[in-house]
Nanobody, 123 residues
């Protein structure tokens, strides 16, 4: 079972990036999926969540209104559209799957993790 992220890179503040995550080894259609991030010296932070059944979404307070999560069940993929990027959004972004529906903001409750993709926002 593997989650592979792509789409990270260097962007100027105010710009946009779209992260992609593709799962392999099993179908993730019946799993909640999401994104976390971790900046150097900081704790892992919840970014976005999408439920397995009805595409309910939720976001961390710091990204609400700027980031959008979406998924493609047929292709076992989840995406994170990031707009109006700020320097404080710089971090390694991790794709996750298999989270508990009542604890999805907690990193300990996600079963599968990708290897991460670096996002750097310059001023």
């Amino acid at each position: 079972v593997q989650l592979v992220e792509s789409g990270g890179g260097l962007v100027q503040a105010g710009g946009s990036l779209r992260l992609s995550c593709v799962g392999s080894g099993r179908s993730f259609a019946a799993y909640a999926m999401g994104w976390f991030r971790q900046a150097p010296g900081k704790e892992r932070e919840f970014v976005a969540y999408t439920s397995w059944a009805d595409d309910v979404t939720d976001y961390g307070d710091s990204v609400k209104g700027r980031f959008t999560i979406s998924r493609d069940r047929l292709n076992n993929a989840v995406f994170l559209q990031m707009n109006s990027l700020k320097t404080e959004d710089s971090a390694v972004y991790y794709c996750v799957a298999g989270g508990a529906p009542n604890a999805y903001t907690e990193s300990d409750y996600w079963r599968f993790w990708g290897q991460g993709t670096q996002v750097t926002v310059s001023s």
